[in-house]
DNA sequence: TAGCAGACTACTCGCATGTATAGTCACTGG
DNA sequence: CCAGTGACTATACATGCGAGTAGTCTGCTA
């Protein structure tokens, strides 16, 4: 198999043409407009993989191999990735705007996105409440998923409320993402948001038995 | 003008068919399906609209304005509703659904709903802060747009995330997400997410460019 | 009752898309 | 030298869309 020749000039070429097209324009982005951009015919898409579902299967996997190896280079940084929960990285600007959009457009990447997401700030926090960095939560799953939801979501609006700014450079949107958040999210994850405790009391008293307790320790609900 | 009675039959039975379908299936929905759903044929909209892009204003229109109906029947109702955001209405469920819809596609309909809640939300939690119920920050509005991104974007990706679900019973999905969230969401606003101030601090002392090295004027007015 | 206005339908057009087919070109191994 | 393999293109479908047009039906009014 001579994948690795392949890889590098016309196959890959079009796989990263569709990524960027995909990123920049949302996965609308016709045949034709992305064969243009990887400087190539349309038709050669189907010769290559088929279809374009086949195509954007793998520019999902590419994306989100991508991501994870982003991932593990960047781990143990700074604490300030607790909360980010996205690598602060240099050149993965186009790899958060198409999990953005692949989120935003409900498929089976952006729901893979999310729960290993979900999963690793779910071994993060249990972590950092054993270090005694984090105060433990009731339902640790449910928090955690909470804040995955809320901080993926929270970009996901960021962007569809600005979305001239995404296209041009996507890096110093991510980056002014952080500026304008990590004030209020220090001082919410700090000093919380409510005086007293009465409202967390009386939910506990009444309305706990409402919810679900996770039982199992290693069990995984389904998403919520 | 015999507006009224136009209203009551064709028009309005074509303007709840689309915002019906948008709700259900999503912005594509094609006039003829929605022409369908209506009862009547796809040449009507022209008829009645011109396009549908005009469709879909007054389509906007009319759901932003129920909206603003509904929230200011059930204003003051329950504490819970400061973190709502959202008024636990009876048949609100299409309203809640077209409006999530309209942010993850980053419409003028969803921004001009975003920064409505904004607005609301500042001037709710000014009251709050006031009257000792809530936590000051130190950028009250940087705050407050942050949770209401962080909200909002919960339930973008929450809907992502079980497509399926959100057809059927629009109001038992709703619940059931304030019943999920209810309680991480309590324990995170009195109880915090950290045992110490030292990362706040830091930031304090950074003064307030943790990730963006170019040290500027803590003003910010457009929305991020 | 005549006529007119408007709600409404059936049909068509142009366009963009994904898919499919046939063919061209370059390189490579025997 | 020369088949043959695979990357690649040009072109042609088939489909679904929004938009446009012409005409029918209905109900009100003078």
Redesign the interface.
Known sequence: MRAVQTDLTGRARLRDAAIEGFAAQGFDESLRTIAARAGVSAGLVRHHFGSKEALRAECDATVLDRYRTLKAESIQRS??QLFAAFP?AKGSGILLVYILRS????GSA??EF?EALVAEALMLTREAVDR????P???EE??V???V???????????????TTALDDFQAVT???????????????????????S??EQ?LQQ??S??HPTAGPAGQSP??
Chains 1, 2 share one sequence.
């Open positions: 604490p300030a602060s989120v935003r457009e409900g952006g729901r999310i005694g960095l984090v105060v939560s009731r339902d449910a928090r998923r909470l804040l939801y809320q901080a993926v979501g929270a970009l996901v609006v960021r962007m569809t409320m600005n979305p980056e002014q993402f952080y500026t304008d958040t990590m004030l209020p999210t220090l001082e919410l994850f700090t000093e919380g948001l409510l005086t007293d405790r409202y967390l939910y309305g706990g409402l919810h998403p919520r």
